[in-house]
């Protein structure tokens, strides 16, 4: 097993930023442990452990409350790593799965007892081997009340996945923004095609995560924030951020989480803004109930 990956910071320093009470780490992960919870045979990369002791511990060092936990796709379509994460946090965490197409009404009810609250379609090539948009629509359609559906794509494909995402029902949600790129800046072909997909509908809502991924300059990731700021600033009602610990395949470039939660102010200058980011937007998918 030596080539199982470590992608995380061993000890990520203390935040500058202090989030607001109540901060949501809306885009998180937790692989295994695998001895309780295997790895996907299809899976494209085999981590080691990373679960909801070391998350949990990430989250009260950082300044955080809660979390939403987003099934990897290292664990394929067995959401039960993401479930157990869920139960052991004490109402702290709810989540995102991945189900098989032909899940059933009583699996569906099952997650939602669980703390799912929405499903993820990935159209990464490098992580998942087939997306079969036909069989995403009809899951799409027989969703829990209040659940969304969450979207992993490059910019590259977003024109090409506009007529299969205009047919979803249910609000979505986009990792990462599409992965655009930030090096274009903020009124650059990425930002701008993302900017008309945000028109188009005001049930789509984003992440704006991941300058480790995006912003190819490194930390501070510079390009990042002068390209996401504006973003937030003018859909401030329909944007999450979030971790997205233990960052899956940057063991080459691992992020420390400390600075990832120093980049907020940078794209959220406001307290106001802050709020929204961090609090009110995330209850709003997650805990509309206690909103
Ligand atoms: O964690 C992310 O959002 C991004 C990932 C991993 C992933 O999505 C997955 O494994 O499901 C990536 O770009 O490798």
Same mark, same amino acid.
């Given at each position: 097993?030596?080539?199982?990956?470590?992608?995380?910071?061993?000890?990520?320093?203390?935040?500058?930023?202090?989030p607001p009470?109540?901060?949501?780490?809306?885009?998180?992960?937790?692989?295994?442990?695998?001895?309780?919870?295997p790895f996907?045979a299809?899976?494209?990369?085999?981590?080691?452990?990373a679960?909801?002791?070391?998350?949990?511990?990430l989250?009260?060092?950082?300044?955080?409350?809660r979390?939403?936990?987003?099934q990897?796709?290292c664990?394929?379509?067995n959401?039960?790593?993401?479930l157990?994460?869920? !139960?052991?946090?004490?109402? @702290?965490a709810?989540g %995102?799965?991945v189900?098989?197409? /032909?899940?059933?009404?009583? *699996? +569906?009810?099952?997650?939602?007892?669980?703390?799912?609250?929405?499903?993820?379609?990935n159209f990464?090539?490098r992580?998942?081997?087939?997306?079969?948009?036909?069989?995403?629509?009809?899951? !799409?359609?027989?969703?829990? @009340?209040?659940?969304? %559906?969450?979207?992993?794509f490059? /910019?590259?494909?977003?024109? *090409? +996945?506009?007529p299969?995402?205009?047919?979803?029902p249910?609000p979505?949600v986009i990792?990462?923004?599409?992965?655009?790129d930030v090096?274009?800046?903020?009124?650059?072909p990425?930002?701008? !095609?993302f900017?008309?997909?945000?028109?188009s509908?005001d049930?789509?809502?984003?992440? /704006?995560t991941?300058?480790?991924? +995006?912003?190819?300059?490194?930390?501070?990731?510079?390009a990042?924030a002068?390209?996401?700021?504006?973003?937030?600033?003018?859909?401030?009602?329909?944007?999450?951020?979030?971790t997205d610990?233990?960052?899956p395949?940057?063991?080459?470039?691992?992020p420390?989480?400390?600075?990832?939660?120093?980049?907020?102010?940078?794209?959220?200058?406001?307290?106001?803004?802050?709020?929204k980011?961090?609090?009110?937007?995330?209850m709003?998918?997650?805990w509309?109930?206690?909103?």
């Amino acid at each position: 097993m030596s080539d199982r990956i470590v992608s995380w910071h061993g000890a990520p320093s203390k935040p500058l930023y202090t989030p607001p009470a109540g901060a949501i780490d809306a885009h998180c992960h937790v692989f295994g442990p695998m001895a309780q919870f295997p790895f996907s045979a299809k899976a494209k990369y085999l981590p080691e452990d990373a679960g909801p002791d070391m998350l949990f511990a990430l989250r009260d060092h950082l300044g955080f409350a809660r979390n939403v936990i987003v099934q990897a796709s290292c664990h394929g379509t067995n959401n039960a790593a993401t479930l157990d994460a869920i !139960a052991k946090s004490e109402g @702290k965490a709810r989540g %995102v799965a991945v189900v098989d197409p /032909a899940i059933s009404e009583s *699996e +569906l009810a099952a997650l939602h007892e669980g703390g799912i609250r929405g499903i993820r379609f990935n159209f990464l090539k490098r992580l998942v081997d087939d997306a079969p948009k036909d069989k995403f629509l009809e899951v !799409a359609n027989r969703l829990p @009340k209040g659940w969304h %559906v969450v979207i992993y794509f490059e /910019a590259d494909i977003l024109e *090409e +996945l506009r007529p299969f995402m205009d047919a979803i029902p249910v609000p979505l949600v986009i990792d990462h923004m599409g992965r655009p790129d930030v090096t274009q800046g903020p009124d650059g072909p990425d930002m701008k !095609a993302f900017r008309a997909f945000l028109n188009s509908r005001d049930d789509i809502w984003f992440k /704006a995560t991941c300058p480790d991924r +995006l912003d190819p300059t490194g930390d501070p990731w510079d390009a990042f924030a002068e390209a996401v700021a504006p973003l937030v600033a003018d859909y401030q009602d329909r944007v999450l951020w979030g971790t997205d610990w233990p960052h899956p395949n940057m063991q080459d470039a691992i992020p420390d989480d400390g600075h990832l939660v120093d980049m907020i102010p940078r794209i959220a200058p406001t307290p106001e803004l802050q709020r929204k980011l961090l609090v009110t937007n995330p209850m709003r998918l997650y805990w509309p109930e206690e909103m």
